[in-house]
């Protein structure tokens, strides 16, 4: 079919290739524009963008998809179809209705749950144990169109976001060529989501990425998982050059017990609100990840350190 991607972020970049192994036209592949990244600030493209422009693809960065010449380019393009993968922009009617058979979306979710922006760190978070992938068609509301695939994935007591994101993305990367195909051949099912259980996965603010010792331990590893590599769960533990903030990438629950926020043993053993989260893999700011043991000896925090 002749098609166009919409996809900004790593995680849409196994789909877009895999369309174009399954031998569809893209006709135009849509990202976000170029952003500022690193200490310098120069303009970077996105990971979509690089690897379509790699591909020799035509591709285009609109700052908005709501703007009427950018509206009439997408319409002008005669598709059969658009897949949409973490695009990053609301797309109007006049868009989702310009393809003869429509748009469709690879989520990463099992819908109605986790509706919006971050459905991968929303789902550890809150302390999931399952999760998924899914093909939908696009309606105006928010992730709310009929679903055509399905795939349900186990979220581990190991898994962080950046682990979850990868087999996420394997998947839907097999599933979104499957969805072409059978609406291809007139054969895709579609099932309306259910009216219940309906949540949203709001964007990850910065100000909730500080770690709340006071919590259960259960919910501190799941706030850990859920934010690791990106933003990255943080806390501030003291120096002789005052506080130091520190990531902490990689946990697991253990029972123990002492005042909250304080370090319990020479391992990275911290109290929490109830039980302890064990600290496997920390950072400090400017430095790289490290496992517990190597970190420790370029940083010291003893039993009994308090933790803020």
């Known amino acids: 079919m002749r098609i166009a991607f919409m996809g900004t972020p790593d995680f849409a970049v196994q789909t877009l290739a ?16 170029p952003a500022p990244k690193g200490r310098g600030q120069t303009l970077q493209a996105s990971p979509v963008q690089a690897f379509a422009e790699s591909l020799g693809l035509t591709v285009r960065t609109p700052r908005s998809m709501k703007d009427p010449a950018e509206i009439a380019a997408f319409q002008d393009l005669d598709l059969d179809a658009a897949v949409i993968v973490a695009y990053g922009q609301i797309l109007l009617p006049a868009v989702l209705d310009a393809p003869r058979l429509g748009c469709f979306n690879l989520h990463a979710s099992r819908l109605p749950r986790w509706r919006g922006a971050a459905p991968i760190q929303r789902a550890i978070m809150a302390g999931d144990t399952i999760t998924g992938v899914q093909v939908m068609r696009m309606t105006a509301g928010l992730d709310e169109g009929p679903v055509l695939l399905s795939q349900t994935v186990t979220i581990s007591p190991e898994d962080t976001a950046g682990s979850l994101h990868d ?138 350190t308090r933790l803020s």
């Open 167 to 304: 087999k996420l993305a394997a998947i839907g990367a097999d599933l979104a060529p499957r969805a072409l195909a059978a609406i291809e051949r007139g054969a895709a099912t579609e099932t309306p989501q259910p009216l219940d259980g309906v949540t949203y996965a709001k964007k990850i603010s910065p100000a909730e990425a500080r770690i709340d010792w006071s919590r259960t331990a259960a919910e501190i590893d799941c706030h850990i998982r859920g934010l690791s590599p990106f933003p990255g769960a943080w806390f501030e533990a003291p120096s002789d050059k005052g506080p130091v903030r520190i990531k902490a990438l990689m946990s697991r629950p253990e029972p123990a017990s002492g005042p909250f926020g304080t370090v319990l043993d020479d391992g990275l053993l911290i109290a929490c609100g109830q039980g302890a989260v064990r600290l496997l893999k920390a950072q400090r700011e400017g430095r790289s990840a490290q496992d517990t043991d190597q970190f420790l000896r370029g940083f010291a925090l003893s039993a009994g």
């Open 18 to 33: 895999e369309l174009v192994a399954a031998g569809h036209e893209v006709a135009c592949v849509y990202a976000q524009p």
